[in-house]
């Protein structure tokens, strides 16, 4: 009970504008203030969820099947890289200015060549997805890695800890914080990255089936599907935040 009133306390104003926003829609749809056809009334709308929840459900799951996979190469990518580079000045100096001109490039720029160099649709997506999201990590694991305070690092030393001892039980604790707040941030971007991927070069998932709907001129359908897609956003993002704030509850709020 006490967890429940904390949560009304904290958002029951993200709550009320929420709110405000699907009676606003009623309001301009309902009144037809703006065009019917692409803005349905809302009896509409809630129709098309109800014929449509098991295919976006299917949908979700499919986009699920590219970004898992997708956020976990980046990662990986993105801290051992990060940290070999944040832990080696000279191999930070050589790469870093390549590093920074790669990430400068728009991931959509790449996508013709990706499309038409890969084996098959996932794994460009699952590449596009990647090199969308892995420099934010990348920097922030560098920036980490690069402030963390010597005396952590004295201290390892004199317990004699080395090796993967040494970056498991001091490096990567404390560079965690920007660690984890730059994944964070590279997630949101996934889902950018993901959509495009799914709208232009996939056969399933949350973005292909807003664009097929759109396509089709079921504008019903495709704001279901953009409804959908947002609260399934927001539900990972809190997600990955309670856990950011579960493995950094040592630090201060």
């Given at each position: 009970m006490k967890t429940i009133t904390g949560f009304v306390k904290k958002y029951w104003i993200t709550a009320l504008i929420f709110v405000g926003l699907v009676f606003t829609y009623y309001y301009v749809a309902d009144v037809k203030k703006l065009n019917p056809y692409l803005f349905p009334a809302t009896e509409k709308i809630v129709t098309a969820f109800m014929s449509n929840k098991h295919e976006m459900l299917t949908n979700m799951f499919a986009s699920f099947r590219l970004l898992i996979p997708s956020v976990i190469i980046s990662l990986v990518v993105a801290v051992v890289l990060g940290t070999i580079m944040g832990m080696n000045k000279k191999i930070r100096e050589v790469l870093h200015p390549v590093i920074y001109a790669f990430s400068v490039i728009p991931s959509i720029l790449l996508s013709p060549f990706v499309l038409l160099l890969s084996p098959s649709l996932f794994s460009a997506s699952v590449f596009l997805v990647v090199y969308n999201i892995v420099w934010a990590t990348l920097f922030a694991t560098i920036t980490g890695i690069m402030t963390i305070d010597k005396r952590y690092l004295d201290k390892a030393a004199t317990l004699?800890?080395?090796?993967v001892k040494r970056f498991v039980k001091v490096i990567l604790p404390a560079a965690s914080p920007s660690i984890l707040a730059g994944f964070v941030?590279?997630?949101r971007s996934s889902f950018v990255?993901?959509?495009?991927?799914?709208?232009?070069?996939?056969?399933?998932?949350m973005g292909y089936f807003v664009k097929k709907n759109s396509e089709l001129g079921v504008f019903a359908n495709t704001w279901v599907g953009f409804v959908f897609m947002v609260i399934v956003l927001v539900v990972v993002m809190q997600i990955f935040e309670k856990i950011k704030e579960r493995l950094l509850k040592w630090t201060i709020d």
């Open positions: 004699e800890l080395t090796g941030n590279s997630l990255m993901l959509v495009f991927a799914e709208m232009y070069g996939g056969g399933s998932g």
